[in-house]
Each structure stands twice: as structure tokens, then as C-alpha cells.
């Protein structure tokens, strides 16, 4: 059984950072893609930032480059996104989710890729 599990969320004023961890368990292949998927209260959920198992390969959301940071161990099979510099409309559940097999990088941000979620964690930035 696969899972994913979130922790890092929290209140956090603008101008701040956090740190989100997304620990799997059970992926069954070691070429996966992860990252996180944020949705906001009545808005569609999007592709924040995800990660590349087997090659690093990145992707990031306009809104978050050169503020927020992926990383993943694999011998951890820990997935971070360190969070800089946030902003009020960084606001929303933070959900980790990979994929059940290779994704090819510039594909990333399509939700339709990920196989496997987790149940979110909320960050909330106040102005």
C-alpha cells in the first residue's frame, strides 16, 4: 500500500518560510515523479513545484520561482519544498502527490500524472 505523508503546514506571516516533507511509503517503482499540488478555497487545484526521481528534473509554478525549492532524498524517499518569502496568496492545502512511473518532465504540472495522494496539509499566510 502506498502512502504519503505530509507535515510542515502551518500560520505563517508574509515574508516568511516554512518547510513541507512528503514522506512515501510503498512506491512501486523507483523512476516516479512528486511534487506538490495546491488548491486554495473555491479556486481548481495546481502544480506548485515537482521533482524528477531518477534525474532531479524540475518544475516549478510561475507564481513560485525563485521563492520556493524542491528537493528529494531518495534513500529517504523524502520529498521537501522549502517555502520563502510567502505570500497571502500562497494560501491553501498543500497536497504531496506521486506518480506510478516515469513522467516526462514537461509534463509535470498535469494532475492526471499522479496516481497516489496525500490528504494535504494547510498553510495559511496572513498579511
Known amino acids: 500500500e502506498v502512502q504519503l505523508v505530509e507535515s510542515g503546514g502551518g500560520l505563517v506571516q508574509a515574508g516568511g518560510s516554512l518547510r513541507l516533507s512528503c514522506a512515501a511509503f510503498g512506491l512501486p517503482f523507483d523512476d516516479y515523479a512528486i511534487g506538490w499540488f495546491r488548491q486554495a478555497p473555491g479556486k481548481e487545484r495546481e502544480a506548485v513545484s515537482c521533482i524528477s526521481s531518477s534525474d532531479g528534473s524540475t518544475y516549478y509554478a510561475d507564481s513560485v520561482k525563485g521563492r520556493f525549492t524542491i528537493s528529494n532524498d531518495n534513500a529517504k524517499k523524502t520529498m521537501y519544498l522549502q517555502m520563502n518569502s510567502l505570500k497571502p496568496e500562497d494560501t491553501g492545502v498543500y497536497y504531496c502527490?506521486?506518480?506510478?512511473?516515469?513522467?516526462?518532465?514537461?509534463?509535470?504540472?498535469?494532475?492526471?500524472?499522479?496516481?497516489?495522494w496525500g490528504q494535504g496539509t494547510q498553510v495559511t499566510v496572513s498579511s
Open positions: 502527490a506521486a506518480s506510478d512511473g516515469p513522467v516526462v518532465p514537461s509534463t509535470f504540472f498535469g494532475t492526471k500524472w499522479y496516481d497516489y
